[in-house]
């Protein structure tokens, strides 16, 4: 009689990833599409974890706490940058009108990165000053590059999903990060050091803006000829909840998401504030691998199915909920209880604060992770933009309470760390809460 084999946790989760993979439907071609960009960014991770204990070891912590307020800075600028025109690619029919967007989305970007560099060179060293931020002030000038080139991958990057190609959207994450990584290493054996941390993470962020270019080049030439000023202006307007509720909110969710950087540099020490950047980067690992990448998938598909279709994007919705719960799971338990450990062995001896602080953070991580897929897409779907800002000022408003709180009280970066963390579970649960009410209200709406 043969023995029946054993079922444990890792092989049920491969039956659930290859049954959705073969399942036939919306959610099925999710996953398909889901699979080409985590295939493509687990490599560019897989890379940024090997070059990251090399890193860790050729930079110091307060290093690394530049690194931490450049980069802060420049994922609060960019969503000013096409005043998230961008985002809306993906939603109108035509490729001529997407074109139009897409000039819009860009000359935007242009005249906001010609401003910045005009306050920067003129109030800089005051603005540096006042936010205590003195150490930024050399590199000033990086900031509009990282901005402009950040922003305008973000347009290509919406114009790939627009087009479904995530094959090649899958393969620029790989060229940025063995680009920005190289520069990393290369740089600081040189002994140009924070720089070359800085201009690493410009290639990180933007150095799949070429190869993008070059794929997408031939159809924009030919659908430039649909472009004027008029339909221009007339988008402008149609989409005109974008800026005004889009804006805010993402501008409100990144700078809420930064504020803990932010704060510890202005409060602590360089060295502390690059233990926490270290933490937030791990952190962000099965976001940026799977929650961003299962997000432009799921943007993608049910903005083909439409709003006018809430029970298919109900039942898609849920079904994916269902797999990024089991996804999600394994990596927020392993920096959970094993974070210290791991962070020494992997990063050095050095860098076990970093470790700690990742350890609490993961109490919130599985929370986000389910959240962040799921939510962009049915608020750009339903046009709810306005509910993305009342949840992205609530967060904002808590988060001040706390760090106001940890001023305050004098409270050690553990406890303030903890108080945050616990406190984005509760927001994250509310939130999904408010995602699943939008969608079963359009649902009813449906039916009746």
């Known amino acids: 009689m043969k023995k029946k084999p054993k079922k444990n946790i890792l092989n049920i989760f491969y039956q659930r990833v290859d049954k959705l993979r073969n399942h036939k439907g919306p959610e099925g ?31 110091l912590p307060d290093h690394m706490g530049v690194l931490s307020v450049f980069t802060s800075l420049v994922v609060i600028l960019v969503p000013l940058g096409t005043l998230r025109y961008s985002m809306a690619l993906p939603l109108p029919k035509s490729d001529g009108v997407a074109t139009n967007l897409a000039v819009l989305s860009f000359w935007l970007l242009i005249l906001v990165t010609v401003l910045l560099f005009t306050v920067l060179w003129l109030f800089g060293q005051f603005i540096f000053d006042l936010l205590s931020m003195e150490l930024m002030m050399p590199y000033w000038w990086l900031l509009p590059i990282a901005v402009f080139g950040t922003g305008l991958y973000e347009l290509l990057m919406n114009w790939a999903v627009r087009e479904k190609a995530f094959s090649h959207l899958a393969k620029t994450k790989v060229w940025q990060v063995i680009a920005g990584s190289a520069v990393k290493i290369g ?22 803006v070429i190869p993008l270019i070059i794929n997408f080049s031939n159809k ?17 307007k149609r989409f005109g909840d974008f800026p005004k509720y ?25 060295d502390t504030t690059g233990q926490l950047g270290l933490a937030f980067l791990v952190i962000a690992l ?12 799921f943007y993608g598909e049910i903005a083909k199915i439409g709003r006018k279709n809430p029970v298919q994007i109900y039942n898609v919705t ?14 927020s338990a392993a920096l959970l209880f094993f974070g210290p450990q791991l962070f020494k062995i992997v990063f050095g001896d050095i860098w076990g604060e970093a470790g700690t602080f990742a350890s609490i953070l993961a109490i919130y991580l599985l929370f986000q ?8 897409g049915i608020f750009n779907v339903f046009e709810k933009q306005s509910i993305v800002l009342s949840l992205n000022t609530s967060r904002m408003l808590i988060i001040l309470a706390i760090f106001s709180a940890a001023f305050v009280y ?18 994250y649960v509310v939130a999904i809460i408010i995602v699943y009410g939008l969608i079963k209200k359009n649902k009813k709406h449906q039916l009746n």
């Open 29 to 59: 071609s999710i996953f398909r599409n889901m699979a080409k960009l985590a295939t493509g960014v687990g490599m560019a991770k897989l890379i940024a974890l090997l070059a990251m204990p090399l890193i860790t070891r050729i930079y």
């Open 187 to 208: 740089f600081g054996l040189l002994g140009i050091k924070p720089l070359g941390l800085l201009i690493g993470e410009i290639f990180k962020q933007a150095g799949g």
């Open 220 to 236: 924009f030439i030919i659908y430039l000829k649909h472009v004027s000023s008029s339909r221009i202006s007339f988008l402008f």
């Open 246 to 270: 889009r804006l805010p909110s993402q501008f409100l969710l990144v700078f809420s998401q930064k504020f803990p950087l932010l704060f510890f540099a202005w409060q602590f020490d360089a």
């Open 286 to 297: 099965p976001i940026s691998l799977l929650g961003q990448t299962s997000g432009q998938a």
């Open 318 to 331: 849920k079904n994916i909920t269902k797999k990024l719960i089991w996804i999600g799971v394994f990596p």
């Open 369 to 376: 992770f389910i959240y962040t897929p799921i939510a962009n």
């Open 410 to 427: 004098d409270l050690l970066p553990e406890t303030t760390l903890l108080l945050y963390s616990l406190t984005l579970s509760l927001y």
